[in-house]
């Protein structure tokens, strides 16, 4: 009597249930789909200040110049949706939800590391290499050559069990596997996400021109965000989900089982006056183990300070005052900006005052600007 061995792409596709990945897509490790369109993007620096993207390009697309004789990519998918709802008050800050519990590289890494032991315990000449978002992956592109999902017009995967509310992990293989088939598109006509976004960044039809993108400004850019930008960031602090949050497949979103997902204190909705007045190392100990750490505390504050001139309330005043002194140079340029963008005769006073002392010439400019526009003009 014959012998059924058990398939060995199912079985890792039970383990990486078992590891809390609610899907496993796999690809076949070959040239980068639609490698044009990525060049092409490149080309038109939509990749703004990321010098990494064009400095990892020639591995970008080519995943064997990251793990010789590469035949597999598996691409998984974990759940960070925590159902908390947002609230309206513009002196509280919006974090993306997917930075409100700990940081997800933590948690999902280790993770695709056991999942390599195991492949390794079952298969001794497998070799891999995991990546959460850091390496030289697409991970998005990836998984839309897999059953996991498709790519939206918003440029985030999509899957039909539960909308883009998860993260992606990728390991490549040196070994062979069943490869999916992929997941065919279901957005059709749908183009709720284009107009949602805030700031125009989605410049067409899965096309996002990071350059104007929220997450893009509160998150990598390290120097000042342009000025003509600002009053679009409302008080989003951390990353946007604008796009998200209106995409119709959202609707099928599931609470996480992980707990580590779930909002720490402070993530959720903070007040930001609090959060202006942040020193470096009390925003290392509040951010610590968050994703939040990738702003840099120079950055984070810059984003506060918008935000609070953004509420366009004069309660917001006292904060950006002590702003005003800080010793970065980045956050008082905004603080100025924000005094300005509230306006009256308070900030008009700060505004003169801190033009006398100042002494770096971006924030001067900043100053000067700031005292001649009117309330909401800045």
């Known amino acids: 009597m014959s012998v059924v061995l058990p398939d ?22 070959e040239a980068l789909p639609k490698a044009g369109r990525f060049e092409e993007w490149l080309a038109k620096k939509m990749h703004g200040a990321m010098a990494y993207m064009e400095r990892q390009a020639e591995k970008r697309r080519d995943p064997s110049l990251i793990l010789a004789d ?58 891999g290499a995991c990546y959460v978002d850091t390496g030289p992956v697409m991970e998005k592109v990836w998984g839309a050559q897999t059953a996991l999902g498709w790519m939206g017009k918003h440029g985030n995967l999509i899957a039909r069990s539960l909308g883009s509310w998860f993260f992606i992990g ?85 609470i996480a089982s992980e707990t580590r997902f779930r909002p720490r204190a402070g993530a959720h909705m903070p007040e930001l006056a609090s959060l202006a007045v ?56 905004h603080a100025a900006w924000a005094l300005g963008r509230i306006g009256g005769d308070d900030a008009i006073a700060l505004l003169g005052r801190a033009a006398l002392a100042e002494r770096d010439t971006a924030v001067i400019d900043e100053i000067n600007l700031a005292a001649r526009s009117g309330p909401g003009e800045s």
């Open 278 to 333: 942040l020193s470096k190392a009390e925003f290392d100990r509040r951010f610590r183990g968050s994703a939040v750490r990738r702003a840099t505390r120079d950055g984070f504050v810059r984003n506060v300070v918008v935000a609070l001139g953004n509420s366009g309330d004069h309660r917001a005043i006292p904060a950006l005052a002590a702003a005003l002194g800080d010793g970065s140079p980045l956050v008082r340029a």
């Open 170 to 254: 990728v390991v490549l293989l040196n070994i062979e596997l069943e490869y999916d088939r992929p997941e065919r598109g279901y957005c059709g006509t749908c183009t709720r996400c284009i107009p949602a976004c805030p700031t125009g960044a989605i410049v067409a039809p899965y096309v996002v021109d990071a350059r104007h993108c929220i997450s893009y400004l509160t998150i990598e850019l390290r120097g000042p965000i342009p000025r003509f930008l600002r009053p679009l960031i409302g008080n989003r602090i951390f990353g946007c989900d604008d796009c998200q949050e209106v995409c119709p497949w959202s609707r099928f979103a599931r």
């Open 8 to 29: 060995p792409t199912e079985r890792i596709r039970e383990e990486a249930r078992r590891l809390d990945f609610f899907a496993m897509g796999v690809a076949r490790a």
């Open 70 to 127: 590469a035949r597999t990519v598996l691409v998984l998918g974990m759940n960070y949706h925590t159902g908390h709802p947002l609230t309206q008050d513009p002196l509280t800050g919006k974090i993306s939800r997917y930075a409100w519990g700990d940081d997800y590289h933590q948690v999902i890494l280790p993770r695709l590391r056991r999942l390599l032991k195991f492949i390794q315990g079952t298969n001794p000449a497998a070799r």
